[in-house]
């Protein structure tokens, strides 16, 4: 059993930072992929960024290309997301997955083990 617990989120003007963590458990977490997602309200969960096991390979969506930066540190069994330059629609609650295999990475259906989420609100 594999335990995802996300934190970082908060309350953020626009154009200012946050950096969300993923702590994982229960897993080899340095043999498998990583993602990032984002769910606003009424909304679909949309992807966000992805890395792989080795964090030497990232994709991201175009929505936050050049903003968010995703890593990892297999040491501490935890992955990052670095966002910079928060806008309104960045405004959701934000989830990490776990990934095994080579799946599409920007389907939800691709991950198996989702953490709960942290809420992050970015304020006009």
């Known amino acids: 059993q594999v335990q995802l617990v996300e934190s970082g989120g908060g309350l953020v003007q626009a154009g200012g930072s946050l950096r969300l963590s993923c702590a994982a458990s229960?897993?080899?977490?340095?043999?498998?992929?990583m993602g990032w997602f984002r769910q606003a309200p009424g909304k679909e969960r949309e992807f966000v960024a992805t890395?792989?096991?080795?964090?030497?390979?990232?994709y991201y969506a175009d929505s936050v290309k050049g903003r968010f930066t995703i890593s990892r540190d297999n040491a501490k069994n935890t992955v990052y997301l670095q966002m910079n330059s928060l806008k309104g629609d960045d405004t959701a609650v934000y989830y990490c997955?776990?990934?095994?295999?080579?799946?599409?990475?920007?389907?939800?259906?691709?991950?198996?083990?989702w953490g709960r989420g942290t809420q992050v609100t970015v304020s006009s």
């Open positions: 997955g776990i990934r095994y295999g080579s799946a599409s990475y920007y389907l939800t259906s691709s991950y198996t083990y």
């Open positions: 229960g897993s080899s977490f340095s043999n498998y992929a």
């Open positions: 890395i792989n096991w080795s964090g030497s390979s990232t």
